[in-house]
Nanobody, 126 residues
């Protein structure tokens, strides 16, 4: 399984960025895809999730109202739209896949997701 993230980079506080996650060998449709963020010295934390069961979504409190995750099944992408970015949003962002219709919830953890991308870095600076 090979997930690929893209779209990271430098963004100013208050700016926007869109991260993308795709796979070349399989469809992401009906898969639960989560975005995790990792900063040095801390564990990966779930930022958002879109369920393969019903496309319901979950957002961490820290990003709720600012980030949006969505699918484009025709293009086989899952996106994380980041708006009004804050310095604390900086980190390495990973998309992760689960194929058993996991329902997105606040208790999702990295161990729930067997497949991961290589990550894309988001830097927030003026």
């Amino acid at each position: 399984v090979h997930l690929v993230e893209s779209g990271g980079g430098l963004v100013q506080p208050g700016g926007s960025l869109r991260l993308s996650c795709t796979a070349s060998e399989f469809s992401l449709e009906e898969n639960t895809i989560a975005w995790f963020r990792q900063v040095p010295g801390k564990q990966r934390e779930a930022v958002s999730c879109i369920s393969g069961y019903d496309d319901s979504t979950y957002y961490a409190d820290s990003v709720k109202g600012r980030f949006t995750t969505s699918r484009d099944n025709a293009k086989n992408f899952v996106y994380l739209e980041m708006n009004n970015v804050k310095p604390e949003d900086a980190g390495d962002y990973y998309c992760a896949q689960e194929t058993r219709f996991l329902i997105c919830a606040p208790n999702i953890i990295p161990a729930d997701f067997p497949s991961w991308g290589q990550g894309t870095q988001v830097t927030v600076s003026s």
